[in-house]
């Protein structure tokens, strides 16, 4: 089992930044890629971002609506996955919620980007920006 937990959430102004950070625990962390996903009242959990594990090529994942304004990073030494939100928009308001699964080689680019092919969650973390 892992465990995965986030912080960093907050509420905060339209064009402004926020870095969530997400600890890894339990499992080996540079076997795992990891994700971003986010979830608005009402709606829907969605791809925000994923990365790829260094063996398996090191690719980076963005939805179109973050793409350019969101940078997700990994440090396999201190087992934690990183999301950059820069110029943050308040249709960006949601719980945010890292996720991790056993990387392997060949997958697709839709198995990145999905949430059911995630394998551990962590608890979520609340993003809140206002206009």
């Known amino acids: 089992q892992a465990q995965l937990v986030e912080s960093g959430g907050g509420l905060v102004q339209a064009g402004d930044s926020l870095r969530l950070s997400c600890a890894v625990s339990?499992?080996?962390?540079?076997?795992?890629?990891m994700g971003w996903f986010r979830q608005a009242p009402g709606k829907e959990r969605e791809f925000v971002a994923a990365i790829k594990t260094t063996w398996t090529g090191g690719e980076i994942y963005y939805a179109d609506s973050v793409r350019g304004r969101f940078t997700i990073s990994r440090d396999n030494a201190r087992k934690t996955v990183l999301l950059q939100m820069n110029s943050l928009k308040p249709e960006d308001t949601a719980v945010y919620y890292c996720a991790a699964k056993l990387d392997r080689p060949y997958l697709s680019r839709t198995a990145y980007k999905t949430d059911a092919s995630y394998d551990y969650w962590g608890q979520g973390t609340q993003v809140t920006v206002s206009s």
């Open positions: 339990g499992r080996s962390f540079s076997d795992q890629a």
